[in-house]
RNA sequence: GCGCUCGUAGCUCAGUGGAUGAGAGCGUCUCCCUCCGAAGGAGAAGGUCGCAGGUUCGAAUCCUGUCGGGCGCACCA
């Protein structure tokens, strides 16, 4: 009963009433049976607008005016015929339950508007109240598997520390794994780094050049955290390098043989490399995102799968040596050009890296791969996608979200942001002036496809007026007053039992928001959205408070009432909290 | 030039086919603590949903065009 959104309940009777509706004769059967069902399948129902008009509403009559050749107002009457019969019968050839539906009702062109019937929300707050921490979590189909979903997000190069600019693309990517997991689906959270090329050469460069006293190449990395690293090699990497030959400068044309190459610059690169991606770690842990997989880019290669990968597409004659390089025949996908694989100076590109990684992500048993990416790799999405097709793979399970732009701004002044320049936040620096849950909410709140900007004075000042600190606060008073019953020896209810009979009351509003929660989480989960869990929690919260104002809940004078609402208030702040969970943000017993 | 994407209240953003209400937060203005937590509540002002056509019973939402912003078009990493 938990893991069921109520609309799937809903929608269920409505199909139920549809077809009791023909099979009685009440409507027309159509011509063709498949029309019945495809109409039926395609019932939606959905929470009005305008709250007055019932607790869900469906446009079913309307859609099937043309296939059940009656007018919207005449077949949605018959249906809410049926409906009504419904909620004092038992459900014919069902458990034995009554049905959802206390009342039917038909308005404008031919709109379905119901409401719910009572003892079926007080059952379901019930079953809230018992078991909390399943609150919130939808259950699989009967008989399925858990879908089994890699997320792939930040994958930073770790040359410098994670700077504000990588933060959107970790929350994004975690709040999603969250969402799909309170969704049932089996997720691994991955992050893919570079460890060897160019750019870590480039590190061991300047890494090399600080601690010499020199200045740093022009292609190499500037900031304050480089000269810590230099001043910070352990005596047995300085030893080894002093041993090593003086860089080359040529590794790079051995393709990735670089990594294992044992020059001078190799040798700090890689050290100050894996060093700068454990603070990485430690500061996504700060954050609440944490890794089940940390992959590394050289490691495909000496494991196989890029070799692999183009023993595949060579099979599939996606592949032709042209010019000395190695090309994928992209072109014949629409693309405008073929894409180079390996170059002709027999190093790979990172769409080698790239196609052998989807085969190893794959030989791991995911059902979907998800790409958190920035919206400027955009130009690449259809060619991995592509290449993936290729591959044998398909290509809807190939999934990019691409995180839009976060344009920083302090007092009204765009903020640059290079790590080779050394002009940037880093994310440390961000949390330690707006705290992790603030900027949980605010990127959680926004979508993840929509450029936004960020005035990072602003959100310092009006920390204390964030959103967060309501959903919050309101989930601390709700605590507190549990408390003071306690102390006050007021218990809940055993049962929230007739609390809810007039549903114009106080509480019956109150829980018509708590039990909203599985659909926000199917919604989410589906659009690979999570602002809709923050607009809910401070829909929760609101009506709350609109409770909190117009029912004295605890109260001696009238211990039954009080126990009642007590119970209400228990499901209220399991419901919250466990919104907060989903999105990583601490649900504070006292503020 | 080609492609992708975004234009919603003073600001930051939700809403992406439904009903006589296009919402939230911040900001502005007016009120409310002898009363379960004022990090709260009640109310007000503020919008040609960039613009112009089209599709349909119905469009902020879909299509076309147009204007404006962002991004991408490597044998770079």
Known sequence: MLGVPLRHTVRDAVARALRRAVASGDLPAPDDAAALDALVAGIEVEIPGNRDHGDYASNVAMKG??????????????????????????????????????????????????????????????????????????????????????????????????????????????LLARVLEAAGQSVTREYYFNDFGEQVRRLGESVIALRDGVDVPENGYKGDYVADLAAAIPPDVATRAAAAPKSSGEIDAEGYNGMVADDEVAIIGRWASERIRAGIESSLAVLGVEFDVWRSEGSLYTDGYVDRAITRLREGNWLEEREGALWFKSTAFGDDKDRVIRKSNGSFTYFGSDIGYIVEKFSRGHDRVIYVWGQDHHGTVARLRNAGKALGFDKESIEMLLVAWVRFVRDG??????????????????????????????????????????????????????????????????????????????????????????HTSPEAKLARAIVRLPEVVEDSAMHHE?????????????????????????????????????????AAAASLSASLRLLGISAPEEM
């Open 413 to 502: 002044v765009e903020m640059s942001m290079s790590k080779r320049a050394g002009t940037f936040i880093t994310l440390d620096e961000l949390l330690e002036e707006i705290g992790v849950d603030a900027a949980r909410w605010y990127f959680a709140s926004r979508s993840a496809t929509t450029a936004i900007d960020f005035d990072i004075e602003a959100a310092k000042e009006k920390s204390s007026d964030n959103p967060v600190y309501y959903a919050q606060y309101a989930h601390a008073r709700m605590r507190s007053i549990l408390r003071k019953a306690a102390a006050e020896s007021l218990t809940p209810a055993a049962s929230i039992g007739a609390l809810l009979d007039d």
């Open 65 to 174: 005016s043309k296939v059940l050749k009656r007018a919207p107002a005449a077949i949605a009457t018959a249906i809410a015929k049926q409906l009504r019969d419904e909620a004092s019968e038992r459900i014919h050839g069902g458990s034995g339950t009554l049905g959802p539906i206390a009342s039917a009702e038909v308005a404008g062109p031919g709109f379905l508007n119901l409401r719910l019937r009572a003892g079926l929300l007080g059952d379901l707050l019930d079953a809230i109240v018992a078991s909390p921490m399943s609150w919130g979590h939808l259950a699989l189909a009967p008989g399925s598997a858990p879908y089994r979903v890699n997320i792939e997000f930040v994958s930073a190069n770790p040359t410098g520390p994670l700077t504000v600019g990588n933060a959107r693309g970790a929350f994004v990517g975690d």
């Open 530 to 570: 999570t602002q809709g869990v923050t607009t809910y929690a401070t829909e929760l919260a609101t009506a709350f408070s609109a409770f909190y104002r117009d029912a004295k809940v605890v109260d001696t004078s009238a211990p039954e009432r009080s126990a009642g609402r007590l119970r209400l208030v228990a």
